[in-house]
């Protein structure tokens, strides 16, 4: 089923927090959105582990909204 966007894009992109953090395992630093955050603007946004916790940020669907957001700016 394919449709256009029907999401307000700009107001996602808009209420999305970036943040610098230290990662737990490994130390390393890292700049990207918290995905506990993220599941309360749009749970679509976000990937689970096995036992329904927020895992991880769908980039690539963050990277759609922000297009879809700077083609509305025009």
Request: proline share 4%.
């Given at each position: 089923?394919?449709?256009?966007?029907?999401?307000?894009?700009?107001?996602?992109?808009?209420?999305?927090?970036?943040m610098?953090?230290?990662?737990?395992?490994?130390g390393?630093?890292?700049?990207?959105?918290?995905?506990?955050?993220?599941?309360?603007?749009n749970?679509?946004?976000?990937?689970?582990?096995?036992?329904?916790?927020?895992?991880?940020?769908?980039?690539?669907?963050?990277?759609?909204?922000?297009?879809?957001?700077?083609?509305?700016?025009?």
């Amino acid at each position: 089923n394919i449709k256009p966007l029907t999401l307000n894009s700009c107001d996602i992109i808009n209420r999305l927090t970036t943040m610098e953090f230290d990662y737990i395992n490994g130390g390393e630093h890292g700049i990207n959105f918290i995905a506990e955050d993220v599941e309360k603007i749009n749970p679509l946004l976000v990937a689970y582990d096995d036992k329904g916790r927020p895992h991880s940020i769908n980039e690539h669907m963050i990277l759609a909204l922000a297009v879809d957001c700077i083609k509305k700016l025009k």
